[in-house]
């Protein structure tokens, strides 16, 4: 049967190669469960799971500093929705196409699922590129963009974030614009605003701090702890730069990162403040970042940190950026664990040689669950008209974390396949979108 319905995906969403990927993945996991919940195969219950509740395809005409107007292509995939509000982030890259967008929110649906708070799936962004742009070109992008999009948002309907290429700067022009449309101070309809607007304390770092949350469970399952460990990362953005900060906080090295120009390699440990300010503030490339370090880091242009001996590898930049070559690398130089801090950024053959080699291996859908997962208690302050501490958040934040590790961990034993987080979190996240599904009858 399971055969049966990714033929039908793949003929009915020809050439959509991540999306069928996507899929795929999460029906391999699913034999087991069926076999033993055969309740979750009635009412085409997978059938409708594959399929998206609703998809928006928009165009957004703005102008340039130079008076030019420029098309881009807007997305909104609502995925589903049996658990609450869609929810997930926008992400302004050229990448972004109607196949990116729905694997994004496939895999969404499920993480949003395994964090246990009341959140749908979605995706949405647009193949514009910020780069190069100015603060007045993004605005007018934004506005553009929300003119089209409100009208299906709102806090208990869908509730976008930020994702690659849509930070707290792209986030508040949305909400502005959304605000000036609706004339509704709606908090609650996105999250990863700033903290004096309604915005929640850790949101920037929960994404990377989670993930090394997760990293920090799974080694303990081994009676191992991050201390003294070596790490890489993948990407510098906000994902990769607060992994590495939290794993500095734990006593790991962090060595080396990346962006699409090459990779840093920063023996002693990067240098996290500079980093920021050249990553986050400046918006500059990693060769700067090197050139202001001095002799402390060497930079490679082109160069991957897949090559670089590590004890942990955090993949955090993009999808399908660690293959099997890179990961026959990294086992050949004694990686134990690598955890996805972007979204499905191993292939399925890396994957596979990792899992086969004893790596311990996270997907995305449960390592980086804690950036949606602090969307939601933003949503849950928004709601109740409060601001949290920092340490509260980040504590909430911790032991969300430390639920997801348990459930993929504890699933995956009952299933027959142990220390499989793959399966753990595909099995755990298509019982609980599955159960609400069939609850609620054929729709
Ligand atoms: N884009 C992030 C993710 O991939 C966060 C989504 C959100 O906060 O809604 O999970």
Redesign the pocket.
């Known amino acids: 049967m399971l055969e049966e319905i990714y033929g039908h995906v793949l003929r009915r969403n020809a050439g959509e190669r991540e999306f069928h990927q996507a899929v795929r993945e999460v029906l391999e996991s699913l034999p087991v469960v069926l076999e033993r919940r055969p309740e979750l195969c009635q009412a085409s219950l997978v059938e409708r799971l594959v399929e998206p509740e609703r998809q928006l395809m928009f165009r957004v005409p703005w102008t340039d500093d130079d008076g030019h107007v420029h098309v881009n292509r807007g997305f909104r995939v609502e995925f589903n929705s049996a658990l609450g509000p869609y929810?997930?982030?926008l992400r302004f890259h050229p990448s972004v196409n109607l196949d990116i967008v729905k694997f994004?929110g496939f895999e969404?649906t499920f993480?949003n699922a395994l964090t246990g708070m009341p959140i749908g799936g979605g995706k949405g962004g647009s193949d514009f590129d910020p780069k190069g742009r100015s603060d007045d070109e993004v605005m007018r992008f934004c506005q553009s963009f929300m003119t089209e999009l409100y009208r299906h948002l709102g806090e208990h309907t869908d509730?976008?974030?930020?994702?690659t290429g849509v930070g707290a700067r792209e986030i508040g022009y949305l909400f502005g614009q959304y605000r000036r449309i609706t004339n509704r101070y709606e908090a609650g309809v996105l999250?990863?605003k700033g903290i004096g607007w309604g915005g929640s304390h850790a949101r920037p770092e929960a994404?990377g701090y989670g993930l090394v949350a997760f990293t920090a469970e799974m080694l303990r399952t081994r009676g191992e702890e991050l201390d003294g460990m070596r790490v890489v990362v993948s990407g510098s953005g906000n994902v990769a730069i607060h992994a590495a900060e939290k794993a500095e906080q734990l006593g790991a090295t962090v060595v080396a990162c990346s962006d699409s120009g090459g990779c840093v390699l920063d023996e002693k440990g990067l240098d996290l403040d500079l980093l920021k300010q050249v990553k986050l503030v400046d918006r500059e490339r990693l060769d700067v970042y090197a050139e202001r370090r001095g002799s402390a880091a060497t930079y490679r242009a082109d160069g991957r940190v897949w090559d670089i001996p590590c004890d942990v590898a955090l993949p955090s930049a993009t999808q399908n950026e660690l293959d099997e070559d890179a990961a026959r690398t990294l086992i050949g130089n004694g990686v134990r664990v690598v955890a996805e801090g972007a979204?499905m950024p191993t292939t399925p053959e890396a994957v596979r040689a990792l899992r086969e080699a004893g790596v311990l291996f996270a997907p995305g859908k449960a390592a980086?669950?804690g950036?949606?997962a602090?969307?939601a208690l933003e949503m849950q302050q928004n709601a109740s008209r409060v601001t949290w501490s920092f340490e509260t958040t980040e504590d909430r934040l911790s032991e969300i974390m430390r639920h997801i590790h348990d459930t993929c961990y504890e699933t995956a034993d009952r299933y027959g396949r142990p220390g499989d987080y793959v399966a753990g979190a595909n099995i755990a996240g298509f019982e609980l979108v599955g159960d609400a599904m069939l609850a609620q009858g054929v729709i």
């Open positions: 929810k997930g982030g994004l969404q993480k509730v976008p974030a930020g994702d999250t990863g994404t979204n980086n669950a950036g949606v602090t969307s």
